[in-house]
């Protein structure tokens, strides 16, 4: 850890003291049969996929003087994932299985890849954990909106893509911010559906579970609120992690692990919630990933007494504040998301740092 250490120091004070670095969103259309679209896919983003697949690879064996082969296998092993996928979404074992084709590389290392989040937690890799979302639910005056920094480990950086799928047994479109390779990260459906995720430190890791990325993926297949948060609910969680969903109606918090799940929302403003890392519904959880943003979050809220919509939570995003640590917009964000959730329901991404890259619109309509 030592010999990168610096290395990862030096670009996060860079980041912060110089002027950003032109970025662009790689947007990859996706339609026909689940092998289908993965291999498409992977054949557009072959020499990405590979690129992330050896960053993911280095951080493994640097940050745990592992070799990947052999972890790999053993964690493979041990794992009954494929059972839950089997249960719940089958289809994108056969997506992961089309990515894997088309971008000439095995299976197994690509599953492994989709279940980052798990497979480090299995190392017991305690890196801190940076995502910020915030959600408000529908008002006579403005719709529903979910939105999210979404800051991933490093080894997931320099690629900023969104899938555009249109799914070929559904009458269904879906925006899907990503990485190279991987099935999902966060995401909004053309139904008025979004999703955000922000991992927690799990008390009840399953390895019978269902993954994050599936879990965002088959969200994204729900046609309603009510859908979207049954099947959260119904699922054993593989990770530790807080969904905020949203559809036309609302936006609900759910803070799963394991087989436990328990909703969030603001004492201020019941219409209102929001997340960082650690459990808010449940205090009483030791609460490891407990975090400044969160503090920067209340601050902000409390300056407009909870009454938010699409420029608060813009500015909230947006935020550079320090406040005895890492502010909301910081240099590992990935993407900057806000899922406007009406009718017609629209994404805006920024390709990083909010406070430094312009939001994209992107509309089903177009």
């Keep these: 850890m030592r010999k990168i250490f610096p290395i990862f120091l030096l670009g996060y004070l860079f980041c912060f003291c110089s002027t950003p670095e032109p970025r662009e969103i790689r947007v990859v259309e996706l339609s026909g049969s689940p092998y289908n679209r993965g291999l498409i896919h992977g054949q557009i983003l072959m020499e990405e996929v590979h690129a992330i697949l050896n960053q993911f690879e280095a951080h493994v064996e640097q940050m745990h003087e592992l070799q990947i082969d052999s972890v790999k296998t053993e964690y493979l092993a041990k794992i009954r994932y494929q059972n839950a996928i089997q249960q719940w979404n089958p289809a994108l074992l056969d997506e992961v299985r089309g990515i894997a084709d088309g971008a000439d590389v095995d299976f197994e290392t690509l599953f492994l890849f989709q279940m980052g989040e798990e497979f480090l937690t299995y190392l017991n890799e305690t890196q801190p954990k940076r995502c910020t979302a915030i959600g408000v639910s529908h008002t006579d005056d403005a719709p529903c909106i979910v939105a999210q920094n979404m800051d991933p480990p490093y ?110 929302v603001s004492e201020k403003n019941s219409k209102v919630t929001y997340h960082t890392n650690h459990y808010l519904a449940r205090p009483h959880v030791s609460n490891y990933d407990y975090c400044s943003r969160l503090e920067t979050m209340k601050e902000a809220l409390e300056k407009v007494d909870y009454q938010i919509g699409f420029k608060e939570i813009q500015k909230i995003l947006s935020s550079t504040k320090w406040n005895a640590g890492r502010p909301i917009s910081h240099p590992f964000c990935y993407g900057s998301t806000i899922m406007v959730l009406g009718s017609p329901p629209e994404l805006y991404l920024a390709p990083g740092q909010p406070d430094l890259y312009d939001y994209v619109r992107f509309g089903f309509e177009d």
């Design 155 to 264: 080894f997931l950086h320099g690629f900023p893509t969104l899938l555009h799928i249109e799914y070929d047994s559904l009458d269904l479109e879906s925006y899907v911010l990503t990485a190279p390779g991987l099935l999902a990260l966060n995401g909004m459906n053309s139904k008025g559906i979004g999703i955000t995720a922000n991992g927690l430190s799990g008390l009840n890791p399953d390895l019978k579970g269902l993954p994050v990325a599936f879990v965002i993926r088959t969200t994204l297949e729900q046609t309603s609120i009510k859908d979207a948060v049954s099947f959260i609910k119904s699922v054993n969680h593989a990770k530790a992690q807080n969904y905020i969903v949203g559809g036309p109606e609302e936006a609900v918090s759910l803070e799963c692990d394991g087989r436990k799940i328990h909703s969030f």
